[in-house]
């Protein structure tokens, strides 16, 4: 099963990816993970990336294309995984469906996790405080600042790919405002039919 997760910064991706890849035992592949554990090991991807994440820009595609491409040949992802934050742009996935037709395989569902935008500044500053009270690192790009500039390039260049999968037959939209365990229900339903 490969499952693409849509949704703006805060919409509660990366919470239901990780609950989905746990009861599903499928990998959860998050390109921002990936590339902030790129800028800790201070690759080369790491360096180029860092300026850009932290101005809440979006990295390359190419770049992006490629660090996916190399993690889904990985043999844990032989049964499936689940992508959290790619793709995030048209071109993006049409590189994705080269990348997965090169080697035999598709896109099973793609989620979108619909939320009330105006509540997310709100939950952004909940996250923070949860982070910090946990005695966590806060991310460099989760601050009001750079979050409303993330917002801002999700509904420019992200939110184009919701009428992409629509045609393809493949989306599902999910309400996110639901409490986080009423969204994973609806998820588990959805996915159980895809
Ligand atoms: P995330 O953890 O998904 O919120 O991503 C954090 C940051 O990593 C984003 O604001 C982008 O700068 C970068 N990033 C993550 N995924 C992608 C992607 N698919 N394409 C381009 N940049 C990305």
Do not use: W
């Not at 805060?10 to 239901?16: E, I, L, W």
């Not at 009330?116 to 939950?123: F, I, N, T, Y």
């Not at 750079?146 to 393809?168: C, D, M, N, S």
């Amino acid at each position: 099963m490969i499952v693409v997760f849509l949704g703006p910064p805060g919409a509660g991706k990366g919470t239901q990816a990780a609950y989905i890849s746990a009861k599903r035992d499928i990998p959860q592949l998050s390109t921002g993970d990936m590339l902030r554990a790129a800028i800790a090991a201070g690759s080369d991807v790491g360096r180029q990336a860092k300026a850009i994440i932290d101005r809440g820009d979006l990295v390359s595609d190419e770049i992006v294309a490629g660090i996916v491409s190399e993690r889904i040949d990985m043999s844990d992802c032989e049964s499936g995984f689940l992508l959290d934050g790619f793709p995030r742009t048209i071109e993006q996935a049409h590189m994705l469906d080269r990348i997965l037709a090169g080697k035999g395989r598709d896109i099973s569902c793609v989620l979108e996790l619909v939320v009330d935008e105006g509540a997310l500044v709100d939950r952004l500053n909940s996250r923070i405080s949860d982070a910090k009270a946990r005695g966590d690192e806060v991310r460099s790009d989760d601050n009001v600042e750079t979050f409303q500039k993330r917002l801002g390039v999700y509904q420019e260049q992200t939110a184009p790919l919701v009428p992409f999968y629509e045609g393809k037959g493949v989306l599902k939209k999910i309400d996110g405002m639901q409490p986080v365990e009423v969204v994973s229900a609806d998820i588990d339903r959805i996915l159980d039919e895809c």
